[in-house]
């Protein structure tokens, strides 16, 4: 009897749970830096998101398309309803003219949510020569 009131319970949470999701809801997923000078060195922007879903988000990795682009993140969980912020820097030494790079972001929301790609673009003028 214990056994069968011990299965019926776990089917039950499984049953409550298995609609449960964590879902990245970013702000917005570009930003356009404008024109920048080569000798500022690098440029950077945080991109915000909230966890419209049920269950703790995680950040689990966030990839950049090149060397010149760095995203950074937390590794903590975000409960359901708080917010949290992926910064991504660019590289702009070297890199004169117009730049379009992104970052995917992969989380341990299920489905179409999954994978978010950000995107940033920009010119950069050169240096002046002397």
Known sequence: MKRLAFILLITVATVMTAGADAVASFTTNYHDFGTVKEERGSVSHEFEFTNTGDTPLLIV?????????RPQFDTKPIKPGKT????????????????????????????????????????VTPKSQR
Do not use: H, M, W
């Not at 990795?61 to 682009?69: D, E, K, P």
């Not at 949290?84 to 890199?95: N, W």
């Open 61 to 69: 990795n966030a990839v950049a398309s090149c060397g010149c682009t």
């Open 84 to 123: 949290g912020k992926i910064k991504v820097t660019y590289s702009t030494v070297g890199r004169p003219g117009a730049f379009s790079k992104t970052v995917r972001v992969q989380t341990n929301a299920k489905g179409n949510t999954k994978t978010v790609v950000l995107l940033i673009e920009g010119t």
